[in-house]
RNA sequence: GGCCACGUGGCGAAGUGGGAACGCAGGGGUCUGCAAAACCUCGAUGAGCCGGUUCAAUCCCGGCCGUGGCCU
């Protein structure tokens, strides 16, 4: 029998981790945050993090399993412990891949001490390869060899891609770049060709999926009003910090919050400005994840205003075996 | 009151006598190692209003309305 995971989707500032937590609670669980940004070490305010304390691990001097992982330490909100929090530096790369890893191995950390893994987070292609078992592990990437192949056209990549795997070039986004480039880098690396690894593996667990969605005109409010409450946080220091650490160039700062606050910094727009492009591609962002989660019918949905109980009350009849 | 300029999709903004670029916002979508990323796609049958010239006007002419500026 498959272990029973919980998992809670949605558009940023739908409310998800709050429920997580009222969850957590009532079922003695405990989050894992399915978050690429929140990985990093350093960006709190901007990724919305939520605020906790670390702890010693209660769980260390029991399971050999957490030494195994080094999990010395347990971050707790409000009382619940969390992980996928603060995985890595922003200056260190960081794949779905990696994340996956690191998931599974605690799921089946908490399942082993008898609780219920909750995964909160809106990155729908993490929780993806988690839900559906992609298989990606198999072929790392090779940074060389991307930075070799960028070198070339679109038209060129896609071409020489094109005669290594006619089925792939038929599936691929062929306008993406980025795309192209993993394709013809899987292909290269490995010999098979990429579409060969496009299989849904099997299940690992029996996930049950609540999608946390609202309105769009209250979705909107409530990205508006934490947008405005990161800066009065000190969203501005915060990103200055990680500025004069690692610079506005790596990866992790390309999120949002983080990209236009760093242009305030450099001078090339005013603070309000800047403040109101935070607010608009969250509302962007938003979108591309409802669009992402809309397609997947496994997902119940529920409103943020519905009562833990109603949502719980949704979830047992839509599941029989909780 | 007079003179000048302008009046293009939600906003900004080009251009042209032959049937309306583009940016932003907005909608829809893609997604198997960068995913808060990257990428695709859709919006004015209509150019303030009314006449006129012309085979043909958003673009030319006149009037009206509106907006801004200048002048007395």
């Not at 394709?183 to 010999?191: H, M």
């Not at 309000?272 to 989660?293: C, G, H, L, N, P």
Request: proline fraction near 4%.
């Amino acid at each position: 029998m498959k272990p029973k995971v919980i998992a809670i989707v949605g558009p940023t500032a739908s409310g998800k981790t709050g429920l997580g937590i009222e969850i957590a609670k009532s079922w003695n669980g405990e989050v894992i945050c399915v978050d690429s940004r929140q990985v990093y070490r350093g960006m709190d305010i901007g990724t919305a993090k939520s605020e906790g304390i670390w702890v010693e691990s209660e769980f260390e001097k029991g399971g050999s399993i957490n030494q195994l992982f080094g999990a010395r330490k347990t971050f707790l909100v409000d009382g619940v412990p969390h992980w996928g929090i603060d995985l890595i530096d922003p200056n260190e790369p960081y794949s779905a891949a990696d994340f996956k890893t690191y998931a599974i191995e605690k799921i089946d950390d908490i399942v082993a001490r008898g609780r219920l893994p909750i995964l909160v987070g809106g990155t729908g292609f993490w929780l993806k390869t988690i839900i559906d078992n992609l298989d990606l592990t198999a072929t790392p990437g090779d940074s060389a060899l991307r930075a070799q192949l960028e070198t070339h056209t679109l038209g060129d990549l896609f071409h020489e891609y094109k005669q290594l795997d006619p089925e792939g070039a038929e599936l691929i986004d062929k306008k993406n770049k980025r795309r192209v480039v993993r394709a013809l880098e899987v292909t290269k690396l490995t010999g098979r060709p990429w579409s060969h690894f496009q299989v849904v593996g099997e299940q690992m667990y029996d996930v049950l999926q609540i999608g946390l969605s609202a309105p769009r005109e209250e979705l909107v409010g409530r990205i508006d009003t934490r947008v405005e409450e990161m800066v009065a946080r000190g969203l501005v220091d915060e990103v200055r910090r990680l500025k004069d650490a690692y610079g506005c160039e790596c990866e992790a700062m390309t999120g949002i919050g983080y990209r236009q606050v760093c242009a305030f910094l450099s001078g090339s727009t005013k603070l309000s400005e800047a403040i109101e492009e935070v607010k608009r591609d969250t509302r962007a962002y938003a979108k591309r994840q409802m669009t992402w989660f809309k397609r997947d019918p496994r997902i119940v949905w529920v409103q943020p205003s519905d009562s833990t109980d109603q949502i719980m009350e949704t979830f047992l009849k839509n599941n029989p075996t909780p």
